[in-house]
């Protein structure tokens, strides 16, 4: 297993450094002058010339790269061309909004698309099967920022039960204010949240349900099933200990791979919900075409990516000891 | 015909896509209204006789709009998409016909462009290219190439080893021969499935990408902007919104509806046995 970790874990070093070579490349050729950017129409030829200079912009592309991948190995991500703090301090002080609402939809995701699956697969062909695979379809083909406003619609504009913009103190630290006795906190975070979460999260559950689905019907016509009912188990049993267990493996590690698709529709979810996450960031980034702070974000992104990925096939390889001597 | 009728993925969803794409190419002639035609008095209006789905803050026919709006979603889709195909597809034969050196670079290339999730992979595209209808096709064929690659790659390198090919060889067929007459065609199936799928998920992404401000711009009346815009009247007017979202959920329910029903048609694993079955390489 340790040799498994070991050898996963230095196939990302070179992954992750393709990721920051194509970054740079992608946001330093053709993403134009920064200098330009960042002086405006209004920089003297002197002036550009000299914020050329200092930021190595006179420089080879080669040399720019060296001296790029230098600091990023010291941490450095370089300076925000327009937040007024470094790279580094712009995304660690939004990274934690961003993880909260990614993990909290996911677990959502999973919490509705699970059950959803199995009962989808129990009752196969059935009215409870077609709706559960209609809802899916439905949830599939519903792209994630109309969800978001129908969901504010209904429960912030029209009902007003929940807030429709924002967020409230962060989860963990709510949750330490309800241990010392005030829930107040907990309950204007969770409000703050829901709509966010459950926006993102249903999508992800129409996935994760017809995934859950399709495994298990594969499973369910496994010889050992048979052995199972034979040995005199009822099906309650057989469904959740024999062929929920043998159906999952796949279904995690897809979860892992549906992770970036969710990265995604948090950068929708938090543009709809004013969620002061990484995507609101990168967005502001963008228009304002703060090429460091892009390629901090994108980077950020792709590691978190990368991270949940590794996460995923250690844990599928910890489940089942056959994925190891692949 | 037995064969369709038993499959209502594929009927359901092909006449959704039928219908909305001849109404898109017929826009000019089902609708009496210009693009930027006003009608003051009849702002913010509900659907009725002479607006058939209402009207914009300007009082801007919706009808009109979301028709030319679906020429530029399903448009940039299908481009992006087709792109995506062709750059895919060659690039994953040539991988798993020649293999070697040439298999291993192209395949890491794969792995770093799947290091990203894919809205961020357009997003930096975007960011460096800026915005507009060109650049945004670029993002989406630079985040849909590496299934087909893949999926290309894995048929041509089981394909390669089939006994045909080593048959055409000895028969002095030249690669490129058996690439395009050969392997190509065993390819062609899985590669209709994903691009039918990938062009809901593109449309999605176009509109998404344009919800944000950085897709296509205005006055370019797409669906996804014209929801972003509709949302700062949501309180006053939600209809906007609604309609706009409405039309991308059943174009991509279309798309995506077709495409599964098309899986079950060129897989007859899956027909004989009723049941969906292993998904394999397409898949979600």
Redesign the interface.
């Known amino acids: 297993m340790i040799g498994y970790a070991a050898r996963r874990l230095l196939l990302m070093i070179?992954?992750?450094f393709?990721?920051i070579v194509?970054?740079f490349l992608?946001?330093n050729v053709?993403?134009g002058d920064q200098a330009l950017v960042l002086l405006g129409q209004e920089g003297t030829p002197e002036q550009l010339e000299a914020l050329r200079r200092e930021l190595l912009l006179d420089q080879p592309l080669t040399v720019q790269f060296a001296a790029y991948i230098g600091k990023l190995a010291q941490g450095d991500l370089g300076y925000s061309l327009f937040q007024s703090q470094s790279v580094l301090e712009a995304v660690s002080g939004r990274l934690g909004a961003t993880l909260e609402l990614a993990i909290v939809a996911l677990l959502i995701a999973i919490l509705i698309g699970v059950p959803l699956g199995i009962l989808a697969a129990v009752r196969?062909g059935r009215a409870s099967d077609i709706f559960a695979m209609l809802f899916a379809?439905?949830g599939?083909?519903?792209?994630?920022?109309?969800m978001g406003?129908?969901l504010?619609?209904l429960f912030a504009?029209t009902l007003d039960w929940l807030p429709a913009i924002g967020r409230g103190e962060p989860l963990l630290v709510a949750i330490v204010d309800l241990f010392r006795g005030n829930p107040a906190v907990l309950l204007d975070s969770l409000a703050h949240l829901a709509l966010p979460a459950i926006t993102l999260g249903v999508g992800a559950a129409a996935?994760i349900s017809?995934?859950v689905?399709?495994a298990m019907?594969?499973t369910l016509s496994l010889d050992f099933v048979r052995t199972a009912y034979a040995k005199g188990l009822g099906p309650a049993r057989v469904t959740l200990a024999h062929v929920l267990r043998n159906a999952l493996l796949p279904v995690v590690s897809?979860i892992g791979l549906?992770?970036?698709?969710?990265?995604?529709?948090a950068?929708?979810t938090e543009?709809?919900f004013g969620w002061p996450g990484l995507g609101q960031l990168?967005?502001a980034?963008?228009?304002q075409?703060d090429?460091p702070l892009?390629q901090g974000v994108?980077l950020t992104?792709?590691l978190m990516?990368?991270l949940v990925n590794l996460i995923v096939d250690l844990a599928y390889a910890a489940i089942d000891p056959r994925i190891r001597y692949d | 015909m037995k064969r369709l009728l038993r499959n209502p993925s594929l009927l359901i969803g092909g006449t959704i896509v039928v219908i909305i794409v001849l109404l898109a190419i017929a826009a000019p002639w089902v609708t009496t209204y210009q693009l930027e035609d006003m009608d003051m008095r009849n702002r913010f209006s509900l659907p009725s006789a002479e607006h058939w789905l209402g009207t914009d803050n300007f009082g801007r026919d919706l009808w009109t709009r979301l028709l030319y709006g679906a020429r530029i979603s399903i448009g940039v889709a299908v481009v992006s998409v087709g792109l995506a195909a062709i750059i895919g597809t060659l690039v994953g034969l040539a991988a798993g016909y020649f293999g070697g050196l040439f298999d291993l670079i192209v395949m890491r290339i794969v792995d770093v462009f799947l290091g990203f999730p894919p809205l961020i992979m357009a997003l930096t595209v975007v960011a460096a290219l800026g915005p507009g209808v060109t650049n945004l096709m670029i993002a989406l064929t630079a985040v849909f190439w590496t299934e087909y690659a893949r999926v290309v790659r894995a048929i041509t390198l089981s394909q390669r080893e089939i006994d045909y090919v080593a048959a055409a060889q000895a028969v002095g067929a030249s690669w490129a021969r058996i690439l395009v007459v050969h392997i190509l065609p065993n390819c062609l199936g899985p590669i209709t499935v994903l691009a039918t799928l990938g062009i809901g998920t593109a449309i999605v992404a176009e509109s998404g990408l344009s919800f944000l401000g950085i897709g296509v711009e205005p006055p370019t009346p797409t669906w996804g902007w014209t929801l972003s815009y509709g949302m700062r009247f949501l309180r006053a007017d939600p209809w906007m919104s609604t309609i706009a979202g409405l039309c991308i959920m059943l174009t991509v329910l279309g798309f995506n509806l077709f495409g599964d029903g098309l899986r079950d048609l060129l897989d007859p694993r899956r027909i004989t046995s009723g049941r969906r079955g292993r998904r394999g390489a397409i898949a979600e």
């Not at chain 1, 599939?140 to 109309?146: E, L, N, R, T």
């Not at chain 1, 549906?258 to 529709?265: D, E, I, K, S, Y």
């Open positions: 070179p992954m992750l393709g990721i194509l970054v992608m946001l053709i993403g196969h379809q439905l599939i083909s519903m792209p994630v920022f109309w406003i129908l504010m619609f504009v996935i017809r995934l689905r399709s019907l594969d897809m549906r992770f970036g698709a969710l990265l995604g529709g950068v929708l543009g709809i990168s967005v980034a963008i228009n075409r090429i892009i994108v992104f792709a990516f990368a």
